[in-house]
């Protein structure tokens, strides 16, 4: 404990320990398989990170997010701790790059994404590097039953083949107990090794408000609460439609989802965290993974599909531990919306078959043709050819990856890429050329090599720094210097791909087993109507409610929620009808009668004494006869 206990307060600066934190620490040292189940804020990271620089070898991350690989890598190597991430935004040279330098240098974490296991010179790389134990932060994602299923963790199977013996630790914040069960399972867990900690949130207040006009709440909130604030909604669209109009209304704000490029959500998000705007409205693409604890706010404008899903997104206020509020706004449609995801996230088998022959007819494969093949798909143009809508068809293009005919994978990024036309006598021999365009190209002659004789990888931000100009600026600069002929730039792109791993089969033999549509939508169903009870409940405890989806039955009521403070406001009220009530049988005590008005001069609110009145009288225990008020 000493070593550990030295660790953290040499690189983290903490003194002790949080939670089960060095409980996880100790089985992970000791070579067991272990799953942490902890909150939002809960200091995952710290488990791994600890346990890493407490062995020898290098810690094996794996991740689907790559705003937390670059956080933490960022923070590792402020440490002095020598880190490195594998991503899709890197080159072929980078990646080779990275996996050798990990190799053959002193590292300490590897952080990877999922898909990584896919690779198989990922695979051969990773039997020379010397891994002491494998994290899965997020393992939620290799269940079935979980709510964010991700096939592409399916091949985290390979792991434990390609590195027997090393222990498994699987970290993540939202699981059912049969998710919990299922996360082991699917790992090949040794044996069954679990560590909870509680999901109660003291600091954090949760509100549900049924309104009309969200937005408007939505302001009054924002105006009567001070602090960073996010702000979820479903679509990228509703994202920038709130943020113009919040800014508008003098509060502001900026929009945030997974159709931006990196380098735009990366300014995006500096500018949040440092404060230089106070509210992010954005999708669920944004939250994971991002490092900021004094969020005081977060506001659900349009209700997620699962309590695990909420659960998590609101847990992103009051990491500091201070005060704070999720407050789930909903109006009478929002029931409606929730059920009919379910037929969007699992349109008839009949569709399914049918966008798998039209997908195939649009990429040109037939019948027996297309093994191991990767095509680009280009979603927008197939769906005015083929009329279809996105949301569904999307939905299809899931189920037939689950189903093993072919691997979707949305909107991968190529970076951008750059190759002088001009050689570099002749550049340097051009005519006289704009101050800022001297900038770039003098920012891309310094920092990247053989750009006169192939295609380079660039990254705009990067050149924007050294230039000391805008990313926009940097841009049009080089579209500008690609009209010119003076190099030909190919900006990033984010397009989809379909991998086919085998030959196209005929449509007819296209068959989903219930294990990938009817028990998944069957729990679907289920996820969508515990959301709706939370909603739409107004007599049980809201904390209490998620502890419980969660197996955490032995919780109290939170008394600050809107229910327990509507329930509180109640019991405050009845309690002043009785004294009410007694008070006015005080005064009959005599057996006289008194006129009835003389019972508003008690000091008691005049509805009080109204209930209180209504009250004797229902139970019979007065009358009233000519304006007197007597005891029965």
């Not at 196209?504 to 009817?518: A, F, G, I, K, N």
């Not at 001069?601 to 009145?613: G, N, Q, R, S």
Request: proline share 3%; glycine share 6%; aromatic share 10%.
């Amino acid at each position: 404990m000493a070593d550990f206990l030295s660790i953290l307060k040499r690189y983290w600066g903490y003194d002790s320990f949080r939670g089960i934190q060095l409980d996880i620490i100790e089985s992970i040292c000791s070579g067991r398989d272990t799953l942490g189940l902890m909150p939002t804020g809960g200091g995952k990271s710290i488990t791994f990170q600890v346990s890493s620089m407490a062995m020898e070898g290098v810690c094996l991350v794996v991740t689907p997010l790559i705003s937390l690989m670059k956080d933490q890598i960022a923070h590792l190597r402020q440490k002095g701790i020598r880190s490195a991430a594998l991503h899709g935004g890197m080159s072929h040279e980078e990646l080779l790059t990275e996996m050798d330098n990990v190799i053959y240098g002193d590292y300490k974490f590897l952080y990877v994404s999922p898909e990584r296991f896919s690779s198989d010179l990922f695979l051969k790389r990773l039997t020379k590097m010397n891994v002491n134990f494998i994290t899965i932060d997020e393992a939620h994602c290799i269940s079935q039953w979980g709510y964010d299923f991700r096939p592409s963790y399916l091949a985290l199977a390979h792991v434990r083949r390609v590195l027997p013996g090393r222990p498994v630790l699987a970290l993540t914040a939202t699981a059912t107990p049969k998710v919990v069960q299922d996360i082991q399972d699917k790992l090949g867990f040794a044996a069954y090794n679990v560590f909870r900690m509680s999901f109660e949130r003291k600091n954090l207040t949760y509100t549900v408000r049924r309104v009309e006009n969200k937005y408007q709440e939505l302001y009054n909130i924002l105006r009567r609460t001070s602090g960073s604030a996010i702000v979820y909604t479903r679509n990228r669209r509703k994202t920038r439609e709130i943020a113009d109009w919040l800014n508008e209304n003098g509060i502001k704000a900026l929009y945030y989802h997974a159709g931006l490029d990196h380098a735009d959500r990366d300014i995006r998000q500096v500018m949040w965290q440092e404060e230089d705007t106070r509210v992010m409205v954005a999708t669920n693409a944004f939250g994971m993974g991002i490092d900021k604890a004094n969020v005081r706010l977060v506001v659900h404008v349009d209700v997620p599909d699962s309590i695990e899903a909420y659960f998590q997104e609101a847990g992103r206020a009051g990491r500091d531990g201070g005060e704070a509020q999720a407050v789930l706004l909903c109006n009478g449609n929002d029931r409606t919306r929730l059920l009919r995801r379910i037929d969007e996230r699992y349109p008839s088998k009949e569709y399914v078959r049918q966008v798998y022959e039209d997908v195939c007819a649009y990429l040109q494969i037939g019948v027996g043709d297309g093994g191991e093949s990767v095509y680009e798909f280009h979603i927008d143009d197939f769906c005015r050819s083929f009329h279809y809508f996105p949301v569904p068809l999307i939905s299809a293009l899931h189920l037939l990856t689950r189903a093993g005919y072919w691997q979707y994978r949305e909107e991968e990024e190529n970076k951008s890429r750059i190759f002088f036309l001009l050689s570099k006598d002749s550049l340097y021999k051009w005519h006289w050329m704009p101050s800022d365009t001297e900038a770039v190209i003098e920012a891309i002659l310094r920092t990247y090599g053989g750009v006169f004789t192939e295609y380079v990888y660039i990254e705009e931000s990067r050149i924007a720094q050294k230039a000391s100009l805008t990313l926009d600026q940097v841009y049009h600069i080089l579209l500008s210097l690609g009209q010119q002929r003076i190099l030909h730039y190919i900006p990033r792109k984010r397009i989809p791909r379909i991998f086919f791993p085998y030959r196209r089969v005929d449509t007819e033999d296209v068959w989903l087993t219930p294990d990938v549509y009817e028990d998944r939508k069957k729990e679907c169903l289920s996820r969508i109507h515990a959301m709706i009870g939370y909603m739409e409940e107004r007599s049980v405890c809201r904390s209490r409610m998620l502890l419980a989806y969660f197996g955490d039955t032995d919780c109290k009521d939170c008394g600050q929620c809107d229910v327990c403070r509507e329930r509180n406001r109640g019991e405050k009220v009845a309690l002043q009808v009785q004294r009410a009530a007694d008070a006015i049988v005080s005064m009959l005590a005599d057996g006289q009668g008194i006129p009835l008005d003389d019972i508003y001069h008690l000091p008691f609110d005049t509805l009080y004494i109204k209930e209180a009145l209504q009250w004797l009288l229902d139970e019979e225990e007065l009358e009233v006869s000519d304006g007197m008020l007597r005891l029965k």
